[in-house]
């Protein structure tokens, strides 16, 4: 009877070994599972927070480019405008230089 005790006991402790075993594993094989799952979602992260990033500045790129463009139509107006201008002025010059050629010559 007491070796009946005797193993049982050390029936019950081999039993509880192993499922302390299996409970240490378990947990470990739970924080591999969460390590792989946080870097699987910090890479996504990652993914996502570059896509942004990206679209964010093509959206600034089309601005610029957009501003560039109304900057430049407005430059060549001007310009046509100065060219218009200084066209006539010249013309006035040349007007008043055949005038004074005409004084000068009489």
């Known amino acids: ?14 039993k509880a070994k192993d499922i302390i075993e299996q409970a240490n594993k378990k947990a470990q094989d ?5 390590r792989q799952d946080s870097q699987k979602l910090l890479k996504q992260k990652e993914t996502d927070l570059l896509a942004k990033k990206h679209a ?4 600034k790129e089309q601005e610029l480019e957009k501003k560039a463009h109304e900057l430049l139509e407005k430059a060549r ?12 002025n010249l013309n ?11 004084e000068y010559i009489e």
């Open 1 to 14: 009877m007491a070796s009946n005790v005797i193993q049982d006991i050390k029936n019950a402790e081999k």
């Open 30 to 34: 739970m924080v591999a599972k969460a």
């Open 56 to 59: 964010d500045l093509q959206k």
């Open 77 to 88: 107006a001007d310009a046509e405008r100065l060219a218009y201008k200084a066209e006539s």
């Open 92 to 102: 006035k010059a040349s007007e008043l230089v055949l005038e004074k050629f005409e």
